[in-house]
């Protein structure tokens, strides 16, 4: 950094700033996440005149003879990396057992370390980073998507006495490849019906969407209940 930047500099350190959040967050906010154009602009924004202010201020001595007090300048950038965490905790939401915004979290963070090298004046380094964060949340993504997980699900059915015996079930749903596994069993409202929950676990992509061929083929011999996504196990330490 040099010791006596120019408003040139500051207003081109600035300008990379405001593209770099401009890119990302068209990017987040096209997709539906909370942080979008405005929030990204922003926190790199805060990051970016904060190191600013530190560079200009580098110049000035750290210490008088007479005085106790030291000026850390490195204290002002640290500062704004711990404040975006306060931000980043709250982009974190908790849904039953799902946990969304994590991604979102990060990109703030990283936003942070962006604004800060810009400015600081490492726009080669700003420019690098802004293009692989781009490159991370789209490319990416799209393999993301395309890597096989495995997945669980809670399925209740009411079975009948003439339906299928609920041993078979196992059998039924195998050549699509699901693993079927017994929970429990309660009486239904109808004396006529018997409701069960399994658990059901598959390993698939993604992008292949919810196990409609699983509710089909279940549905064709049992009365489905109700289907969700099973909750994590917990193991004790």
Sequence with gaps: MPLSPTWRDVFLRLLLTVIAGVVIGLDRGARGHAAGLRTTILVALAASVAMIQANMLLAIGGKQHDSFGVMDLMRLPLGILTGIGFIGGGAILRRGELVTGVTTAATLWLMTVIGLCFGGGQLGLGSTATLLTLLTLRAVKWIDVRIPREQRV???IAAAPDSLPVKELVALIAPLGYEARFRRLA?????NHAKLWFEIGW????ITGPPLDLMKLVNEHY??????????ERHQP
Excluded: N
Aim: aromatic share 0%; net charge negative; glycine share 10%.
């Design 187 to 191: 009486g239904g409202e109808d004396r």
């Design 203 to 206: 390993k698939r992509a993604e």
């Design 223 to 232: 009365l489905v209940a109700s289907l969700e996504i099973a909750p994590e």
């Design 154 to 156: 809670v399925l209740a």
